[in-house]
């Protein structure tokens, strides 16, 4: 059989692959190469053509556990049966009389029927590729599927035209580029169907990426794809991910989700976020949703959804920080170490009455650095700006601006604070979509 590739010492597989160079010709296995291979027993006797490899998924590199010489029965000789593989001709270490045919495993791949043109995930290039051809290599008696190749190269050997290519450019001084993607960074997409299914691998390998970068992978893929990738991740991470794709991306994923899982996922985001993404969503399903939440969080989403999109109830989330204003610094700063809050919502500490009202904002700097005895009522800023719950998005927006400030408070007829609007929600509101889409990648 062909050696196994070889790189320089202290290289990884990863990068040497991903690179565009000239690969030593003997060194790679194609399954386009093995395909329609002649299957020849010990005494040289014709016994079929190879049609398939099945292989057993495992990490990092899935083992070739058969041939499969006819696909209407599934029948397959086991790859320990196969002596060598060179020139186009498979050759078993038995005679025809004694080869032995067994029913595929049905927990095994079939690379041509499952793999084959299918697309996968490339996680470090964090990008979704088309399979065009895969890599085999021989390893210790063994033949393991190694790499993707994702390139034209691959679509040219399959067609048979690879050798004329290459030719055409090398007398044109130019290189015909192999574009490898090793499999221990390839996440199959699961697209349904139980052939599929064992397609899947742990999704600890795509949860290591950044959730932007995931939203970036899933926001290529169709519906049902979509669908396997936010299967195989928790629910904070796939909440995450969600929050940073686009609003039509993210009721796609909803409305093709299941609604309990839905409902979990959910949860783990702003109220604001959950509002705008229901409100898009078929009514009988946003109702089924809010239904299986928590009742504080959906009770909060009901609310925020009776407001107009274009204003500061339909923009401002619910997660904000109050605190009474009859406690002391040490009492406040003990009261913020309770609640525990997200980033997003300490922007500003407000300071409402025994009703709720808004009474003032505290400093950070102040509030850590005053004495512990020291009323909040003494520290803080009375002067609050803030804006009604029907200001439009463009006076938020003025408002913001003129200030210089991260969040403003959304306040009723009564003066009760009733949400917050954060700089990020309200330049979604008031910017073009071409301009919004850019602006998280130039920040």
């Known amino acids: 059989m062909a050696p196994a590739p070889t790189r320089p010492a202290g290289s990884r597989l990863g990068p040497v692959a991903r690179t565009r160079i000239k690969p030593q010709e003997a060194a ?18 014709t016994v079929g053509h190879v049609r398939d490899l099945t292989v057993r998924v495992q990490e990092p590199y899935p083992i070739v556990t058969g041939l499969v010489l006819s696909r209407r029965r599934e029948l397959i000789i086991p790859w320990s049966s196969v002596r060598t593989f060179a020139a186009r001709e498979v050759a078993l270490r038995t005679s025809a009389d004694e080869v032995r045919k067994e ?11 499952d793999v084959l043109d299918k697309q996968v995930i490339d996680l470090d290039g964090r990008r979704v590729v088309r399979v065009n051809d895969l890599q085999l290599t021989e390893s210790a008696a063994q033949m393991l599927l190694v790499g993707a190749d ?9 067609l048979g035209l690879e050798g004329i290519v290459k030719g055409v450019l090398a007398a044109l001084g130019k290189p015909l580029p192999m574009v490898l ?22 999704g600890k390998r795509i ?15 169709g519906s049902r794809e979509r669908s396997a990738v936010f299967e195989s991740l928790s629910e904070e991470i796939a909440a995450d991910t969600l929050e ?24 783990e ?52 920080v109050a605190v009474p204003d009859h406690l002391t610094a040490a009492e406040c700063i003990e009261t913020l170490r309770r609640l525990e809050p997200e980033a997003e919502s300490i922007y500003y500490v407000y300071v409402v009455d025994d009703e709720g009202r808004l009474q ?4 950070l700097r102040d509030l850590i650095v005053a004495q512990p005895a020291t009323a909040i009522d003494d520290i803080m800023i009375r002067n609050v700006l803030s804006v009604g719950i029907d200001t439009s998005v463009q006076e938020i927006a003025a408002v913001l601006s003129k200030y210089n400030l991260l969040a403003v408070p959304v306040v009723n007829e009564e003066h009760v604070l009733t949400g917050i609007v954060t700089v990020d929600d309200a330049l979604e509101g008031v910017l073009p979509e071409s301009v919004r889409r850019r602006l998280p990648r130039i920040m």
């Open 207 to 221: 949860e290591k990426l950044h959730p932007a970068d995931i939203a970036d992978i899933v926001e290529e893929l």
């Open 103 to 113: 029913p595929a495993d049905p927990h095994d791949v079939w690379l041509s029927r």
């Open 360 to 363: 003032g904002v505290l400093s």
């Open 269 to 320: 985001l702003p109220p604001d976020e959950v509002a705008d993404i229901l409100a898009e969503v078929p009514e009988e399903r946003a109702q089924e949703i809010l239904r299986l939440m928590e009742k504080d969080e959906a009770e909060d989403v009901e609310a925020l959804l009776k407001y107009r999109d274009d204003t500061a109830g339909g923009l401002m989330t619910t997660e904000f």
């Open 150 to 158: 994702i390139g034209i190269r691959g679509i040219l050997r399959r």
């Open 244 to 267: 940073e794709m686009e609003l039509d991306d993210q009721v796609s994923v909803i409305e093709h989700m299941d609604v309990e899982r839905a409902s979990d996922i959910l949860e």
């Open 181 to 202: 993607v090793p499999w221990d960074v390839v996440q199959p997409v699961r697209e349904g169907g139980d052939d599929a299914v064992h397609l899947r691998i742990s």
């Open 28 to 45: 790679l296995i194609f399954l386009t190469e093995i395909q329609g291979a002649l299957v020849v027993d010990v005494h040289q006797r």
